[in-house]
């Protein structure tokens, strides 16, 4: 409040709110309009008892008023300086305000509000609570336009009582009437009851948000360590990759250069073969010229005379017959570097594998999720669907891989598939080339007799053990699927299955929660078996071809 607002105060009407006009002053200390006071008085003359509307201090008789000539002189002092106008309009309530209970009038905004009187005072008013000391024991809260709920609506009582039984404030006389028996104390004791137990939680919370700003900075940490380790490994990787391809780049131009070099070399042979052999066509036919011109003359004896000149033929320091290569030419060069293309692609897929599962193992310390529903249907299965392919390099040579490495196929015949670490010796198994983590759902479109397998990509591959059998051993997980009948089988353990007969299996996998299902598709979906343990490896989706004829194909979902 400034200075002005402050002595305006001093010199208004708490009656009328303005300055002081005719000021007269009662015997408690306070000053009013004459006027104002009187028309106060008047409305008390029927009690013959006249109180300060102030202090309340009474007055017996009704005081005799004259005029205070000094704090009028003053006022009027004061008026020239401006203080003439009226209080400004932030002094007076609005209609989100707690007005003064005594002004009259445009009332002003409530400075305090008094839980034993149940009314709400401006500065002014609020004065005697200030000054008169029974009025000083008066409990002032902040404003409130809700003191008539603190009245009970049965005795009209201020309800300074808490019945703990009901969980509710109460007045005394409730406490000995219906809520007689009750436990009840009061609210001031209640209070400060439940103030221990604030000051309780306030702890309780005040400890969790250390810990949660502990947690923050830990995993701010977290963060710059990713970032930072991120970083360095962006900045190693490319410079690794920009020296293979500076290699690749010598590698491709020192190939060029000696397929040049060899070219010039032999295109210099071939020319310099190829204008010997026009030298010797040029020669050949002057010499045809001369014997037909022999052939020609009329003079026997000219003719017996040129005959032993011309009749006999050199012969030709070159083969009748030109022996060139089979037009092969460079394809030796082409099919070098076809093999070295097909080395280097195995060996950047399987260190793909290896950098995709490093790369997205980032180890922290969150606390975990609470685990998603399974999907229920299959439009709900099919938003975790995976476009799966199956791996050539992985393909028994007995199955014959077709529809863009989706299909395989049994076949009695052996097909003629370069030899492959990764590829299945002596069981008609083959693997996807995508591994799978998280959650993922792809479906299996099967004829005749087939094994529908998930494996870990470190199964074994060479041999007719069962380490590298689908479903007889601890890496693989496998479905076999007949016209008549379904098992399943893990760690040589067969388990039969029973089900609804379908043409079409549904695998559904959520990695983290060690969750591995399979189901007989049709207009619905019906689980036929469900696994639940821990997955430590990506996995692979798996095709056994167990019976002759028998085919199997990964379907498109999306």
Known sequence: MDQNQLDRGRFCCSICLGL??????????????????????????????????????????????????????????????????????????GPED???????????????????CLASYCEKHLQPHLEVAPLKKHKLVEPSKKLQEKVCSR??????????????????????????????????AERTERQRGLEGSRLNIQQRIQDREKDVKLLQQE??????????????????????????EKRRSDVKQQVRSQQETEVSQVKEFQEKLEQEITE?????????????????????????????????????????????????????????????????????????????????????????????????????????????????KQLLLSDGNRRATYTRQHLSYSRHADRFTDFRQVLSGEGLTG?????????????????????????????CVFGHNDKSWALYCSNNSYNFRYNKVKTPVSGPQSSRVGVYLDHRAGILSFYSVSETMTLLHRVQTTFTQPLHAGLWIYSSGSSAELCKLK
């Not at 102030?54 to 004259?66: A, E």
């Not at 410079?239 to 500076?246: H, P, T, V």
């Not at 529908?452 to 380490?467: H, L, M, P, Q, Y």
Request: glycine share 4%; hydrophobic share 30%; net charge neutral.
């Open 20 to 93: 002081l006009k005719d000021p007269v002053t009662t015997s408690c200390g306070h000053s009013y309009c004459m006027n104002c006071i009187k028309s106060h008085w008047d409305g008390e003359d029927e009690k013959r008892d006249y109180s300060c509307p102030q202090c309340r201090q009474v007055f017996r008789p009704r005081p005799v008023l004259r005029k205070n000539t000094m704090l009028a002189d003053l006022v009027e002092e004061l008026k020239k300086t401006g203080l003439q106008a009226a209080p400004a309009d932030h002094c007076y309530a």
């Open 98 to 116: 707690v007005a003064c209970d005594v002004c009259t009038g445009r009332k002003r905004k409530a400075y305090n509000s008094c839980l034993q």
């Open 155 to 188: 005795h009209d009582e201020v309800m300074k009582m808490f019945c703990r039984t009901d969980q509710q404030s109460i007045c005394y006389l409730c406490s000995v009437d219906e809520h007689k028996g009750h436990d009840t104390v009061s609210a001031a």
């Open 223 to 248: 963060v710059e360590a990713i970032n930072g380790s991120a970083d360095k490994a962006v900045e190693h990787s490319e410079e690794m990759f920009a020296e293979l391809i500076r290699l690749m």
């Open 284 to 396: 050949l036919k002057r010499r045809d010229a001369e014997l037909q011109k022999l052939a020609h003359t009329e003079d026997h004896n000219q003719f017996l005379q040129d005959y032993p000149s011309l009749s006999g033929l050199s012969g030709s320091t070159h083969s009748s017959r030109i022996k060139t290569r089979p037009l092969r030419y460079f394809k030796d060069v082409t099919a070098a570097v076809s093999g070295v293309k097909d080395k280097l692609q195995d060996v950047l897929r399987e260190g793909w594998t290896n950098i995709s599962q490093t790369g997205t193992e980032v180890d922290v310390l969150l606390p975990q999720p609470r685990p998603e529903p399974e999907p229920k249907t299959r439009a709900e299965f099919l938003k975790y669907s995976r476009d799966i392919t199956l791996d050539p390099n992985t393909a028994n």
């Open 439 to 467: 959650r993922c759902y792809w479906e299996v479109e099967w004829r005749g007799g087939v094994y529908v397998a998930v494996a870990d990509k470190n199964i074994s591959r060479a041999g007719n053990s069962t380490e």
